[in-house]
């Protein structure tokens, strides 16, 4: 039988998750919920791009979407600017008996030793009071930092460090408020954005390096953090609107989970708006961008995710993969017991993707 699955939050992943769930017979979709006034009561099918009606209407109210009577809820809200908001919607949901898959708040994927414990202890107890549970997840912070590194530290007898990184030019990502609000791309260099703010890069991977270190067995005595900004050299035009003649054009940050002196686990990222940038900075194994996975142990690895897509380029194959991970991890979230559940909780393939004939590809 279908599993019942309602869906919160239509902007770049949460459209494409919700295309997921309409287009799979695993799922009923029961219902919508947005936050933009333009996309009150439009249908599921067009907020997702399928050009189909669905018959669902979007709504504007959590309590609207519960009397759909869902099992599950995708939550792809915005979580990066409004923290306190989507764990209280996290907290509602699971609370009136409903699971919660999704991309945020990206600080639930993997909680200790991040969030105070009142937090963590009002979620935890809201799943117990609903016998139910949240899983939080995509693809960076997510499986390209979780399930990647460890499936292959899974192989080695020893471990010394692991690195993770993205690569990537970000001019074709459409996203405005994470380039310039969170990340501040085009803002001059002495301002500081909300990314760059002293605990947030760690605030927001320190999630990732936790989950791997637990995975691992390993206890961190800290977590650092660092990073370097580059200007643009003359004004141009990207995805997201204009990065004027000074402002930031390309970012390089590092987020470290140390044991005594030594990093064990890195997150790093590479970003930059236009090719030219940087040459001196570590290139992607793609044109525009692609994941990397570095190993130094016993075998040691270096393995580079190169996501492609034909609707899009590499900004949107990586979207496309974040969507998969949350939607087919619905199965395995609704089956798992309460609580707050990571990827050290579910099978290593929560569910594969919908097979398809190749003339049916699109």
């Known amino acids: 039988m279908p599993i019942r699955v309602a869906h919160v939050g239509t902007g770049n992943v949460g459209r494409l ?7 799979s017979p695993d799922y009923t979709l029961t219902g919508v919920c947005v936050s933009s006034p333009e996309k009150l009561g439009r249908d599921a099918g067009d907020l997702a791009g399928l050009g189909v009606t669905t018959g669902i209407a979007a709504v504007g109210d959590l309590d609207d979407l519960l009397a759909t009577d869902p099992h599950c809820v995708v939550y792809c809200a915005m979580g990066d600017t409004r923290l306190k908001e989507a764990i ?7 609370a009136a008996g409903v699971n919660v898959v999704g991309s945020a708040p990206g600080m639930l994927q993997h909680p200790w030793n991040v969030l105070p414990p009142t937090i963590i202890a009002k979620v935890e107890d809201a799943a117990e009071q609903g016998d139910s549970s949240l899983f939080i997840t995509g693809v960076d912070p997510g499986f390209a930092n979780d399930l990647l590194p460890l499936a292959l530290t899974g192989t080695c007898q020893t471990v010394e460090q692991v690195r993770c ?9 459409d996203g405005a408020t994470v380039m310039f609000d ?3 791309f085009g803002q ?34 800290a977590i650092t953090e660092d990073y370097e900004r580059v200007a643009a ?11 004027p003649e000074g402002g930031l054009a390309a970012l390089r940050f590092q987020v470290r989970g140390m044991v005594a002196d030594r990093p064990v686990i ?6 930059r708006l236009r090719e030219d940038l940087c040459p001196d900075w570590p290139r992607p194994a793609q044109e525009g961008g ?9 075998p040691s690895y270096h393995v580079d995710i190169c996501p492609t897509s034909r609707n899009g380029d590499h900004n949107h194959a990586a979207i496309v993969a974040a969507a998969g991970r949350i939607v087919n991890a619905i199965p395995s979230v609704v089956t798992a017991p309460s609580g707050i559940r990571t990827t050290l909780d579910l099978p290593l393939v929560t569910r594969p993707g919908r097979f398809v004939e190749a003339a049916a590809r699109v």
């Open 17 to 23: 998750a919700l295309a997921g769930l309409i287009e």
């Open 165 to 173: 990184l993205e690569i990537a030019d970000y001019a074709t990502y």
């Open 188 to 221: 001059p260099l002495d301002e500081v954005p909300m990314l760059l703010q002293p605990g947030i890069l760690s605030l927001a991977w320190g999630p990732a390096i936790q989950q791997l270190a637990a995975g691992l067995g390993l206890t961190l005595d």
């Open 266 to 271: 890195v997150v790093e990222h590479i970003t």
């Open 290 to 298: 692609s994941y990397r996975v570095e190993i130094v142990g016993e």
């Open 88 to 94: 209280e919607d996290c907290r509602r949901l699971l």
């Open 182 to 184: 969170v990340m501040g």
């Open 233 to 243: 050299p003359t004004g141009f035009d990207i995805a997201a609107g204009h990065i």
